[in-house]
């Protein structure tokens, strides 16, 4: 239970304290500065409280953004302020500044006091959050004229439609847009009046996928066509989940770990489901799957790697950006370039309906074509935008870079000698060289089959570059393309070799080891976008980092027959699974993970 305490007296008709009850408050009144204090003091410290004005008019749906979102210590609206257990002690100081403040013996409220507490804060420094309200009303009048028209103003708002409507996403893509959010909105709102979570509607939209993934691995026609219905059920309802956090503000950390992570669960396990499907009827596509995965990842480790070393940049404007702006404004280019880009509606509903009408290999031949166009597009984009503007990277860029270029022991072990000479070369050499020390590898996999040494050769060198390329600070123009390089490298790598050995089970257990490592890294991802930090040193050093797991695997093709290397590679894949899974688990049911809900990728 949550407690409001009503400050002043309460105003006759006003439908102020149900509305706080109906929002799960226990309303408690007081008349002064001093008595508001001595409540305040009273209520438990687990316990979330918020300060109202007696005489706030507005709309219950700008109370429940103001006073009942998990995600703030402290957040505000006209004539209401609220803290969470971690704000108290600033609330509390707040308070007691007005007490002090407030003429001996006057307990009458001349002025807001929920609205002086937040000046307070503010002049404390605290981060008090202040929602967006747009047409929803919210203020504190001062006179019955005032009153009478702000009470005119909330009904000539519905509440309930500007709530469904701001449970949508403000940047969807276009199929979700127009095929998707105009009904599963209510569905939303459905699981929301009940009592159902957005974590349970998450569960439902993966097991979906799972069943849909086992549909596609019949191998039938039937099955296929079931699979794609089944897939796109399971995006109506990722979409929901999301929604229904929004629509109820039901944000939660493991809600954040779920949400994070099962959208990738899902499309993996249902590539694994077609290529499975598509070796009951004689076809081979595993190294198709495995690609479309590693495409998929890295397209993503791109844009997380650019948006994180532009995250604080000062003087971050250049002509691409404001041409990109101008690109805008203009209505139907909006929409195509956001289709270009093939986002998670776009893409599931090509996957689900090539799926249904053709085969498992054309299926992935769209996917691995729409998904390399999209990723070229993006990628020069971005790149074009970094050289012509004049950013300057700070040092937590530099950190979140380093963090997710996920160096292991070997290559933090050489960095450190190699910083000077790294220090006294172009600032392009980051890049330059791990994208040189990617292609080596990969190539010399590709190029001398499996069983010879020199793939273990150039995995000695990619050792070596990829210790250069984190040598120094990640602050360059195109730095940000380091861990996507590196990304690149590794997963290629071991698709090249799975695909070298040519035995059976070679390409699903490098599949395996892929998702698994795959998996590590969006962890990763989403710790540092909630502000907690990377995965722990710890961790990175038990799994070896990329450029030790790309040694490990090229030394294990090169010692062992494509038998034995297809068993290594499931064991190696089981071994990162469960230790990265434990982990991960771990931290986001951990009282301190980040609240990070549904800012995943664009749907």
């Known amino acids: 239970m949550s407690t409001a305490i009503l400050t002043g007296q309460p105003v006759p008709g006003s439908s102020l304290e149900g509305d706080l009850r109906s929002l799960g408050f226990d309303v408690r009144i007081a008349s002064g500065t ?40 402290l957040s505000a609206i006209p004539g209401a302020v609220t803290a969470r257990p971690a704000g108290r002690q600033a609330l509390i100081r707040a308070m007691a500044r007005e007490d002090s403040a407030e003429p001996a013996g006057g307990t009458t409220l001349v002025d807001s006091l929920a609205d ?45 439609a500007v709530r469904l409507k701001s449970a949508v996403k403000a940047r969807d893509g276009f199929f979700t847009t127009y095929f998707v959010s105009p009904y599963s909105r209510y569905i939303a709102r459905w699981c929301a009046r009940r009592g159902l979570t957005p974590n349970q509607v998450t569960t439902a939209s993966l097991l979906t996928a799972l069943i849909a993934a086992a549909c596609a691995a019949t191998g039938t026609r039937g099955g296929f066509v079931a699979a794609g219905a089944l897939l796109i059920a399971s995006f109506v309802l990722d979409c ?17 770990w779920l949400d994070a992570t099962f959208d990738r669960a ?12 598509a070796a009951r ?11 479309a995965m590693v495409l998929q990842t890295c397209r993503h480790v791109v844009d997380f790697s650019f948006n994180e070393a532009n995250h604080d940049a000062t003087a971050n404007t250049s002509p691409t950006a404001a041409l990109s702006d101008k690109l805008d404004s203009v209505g139907w280019t909006v929409w ?44 020069a984009g971005r790149v074009l935008r970094s050289l012509t503007r004049k950013a300057k990277r700070t040092d937590r860029a530099a950190q979140a870079l380093a963090d997710l270029a996920d160096s292991g022991p ?57 210790a250069l390329a984190v040598a120094r600070p990640l602050k360059g123009a195109l730095d940000w393309l380091v861990p996507p390089f590196l990304r690149a490298a590794e997963y290629g790598t071991v698709l090249a070799l799975a695909a070298d050995a040519d035995v059976n089970g070679a390409l699903p257990a490098a599949y395996g080891l892929v998702a698994a490592v795959a998996y590590h890294h969006y962890d990763t991802v989403y710790r540092i976008r909630g502000n907690a930090g990377a995965s722990p040193r710890w961790l990175v050093r038990a799994i070896g980092g990329h450029e030790g797991r790309t040694l490990v695997v090229a030394v294990l093709a090169a010692l062992l027959t494509a038998s034995q290397f297809t068993v290594a590679l499931t064991v190696l894949a089981v071994a990162v699974a469960l230790v990265v899974l434990v982990e991960s688990i771990r931290f986001w049911v951990s009282a301190g993970a980040p609240a990070v809900h549904d800012e995943g990728e664009t749907a």
Request: charged share 15%; net charge neutral.
């Open 34 to 73: 001093a008595e508001a204090g001595t409540l305040l003091a009273g209520v438990p410290a687990g316990q979330r409280v918020a300060v109202v004005d007696a005489r706030f008019v507005g709309h219950v749906h700008a109370l429940r953004l103001g006073l009942t979102d998990p995600r703030f210590p």
């Open 116 to 160: 002086r507490v937040v000046a307070a804060l503010d002049a404390d420094g605290a981060d008090v959050h202040r929602p967006e309200l747009g047409s929803l009303v919210a203020t504190v009048p001062g006179d019955p004229q005032t009153r009478n028209e702000a009470r005119q103003a909330v009904a000539a708002v519905d509440d309930e």
């Open 240 to 256: 929901t989940d999301g929604q229904l956090a929004r629509y109820s503000l039901q944000y939660s950390t493991l809600g954040a």
């Open 266 to 277: 899902k499309e993996y396990a249902y590539y694994a489901g077609l290529a499975l499907g």
């Open 281 to 291: 009827g004689g076809d081979d596509v595993w190294a198709l799957a495995l690609g």
């Open 336 to 379: 195509l370039r956001r289709m270009i880009v093939l986002p998670i509606g776009e893409r599931w509903a090509m996957i689900a309906v090539l799926t249904a009408v053709t085969t498992p290999r054309i299926t992935f031949y769209a996917l691995l074509v729409g998904c390399a166009f999209a990723a070229t597009y993006t990628t």
């Open 410 to 466: 070997l290559a933090q072990a050489l960095a450190g000698p190699l910083k000077n000479p790294a220090r006294r070369l172009p600032g392009f050499t980051a890049p330059a060289v791990a994208l040189l020390g990617g292609l080596a590898v990969v190539t010399t996999a590709l190029l001398t089959g499996f069983g010879g040494p020199w793939t273990a050769v150039a995995a000695c060198g990619y050792v070596l570059t990829s």
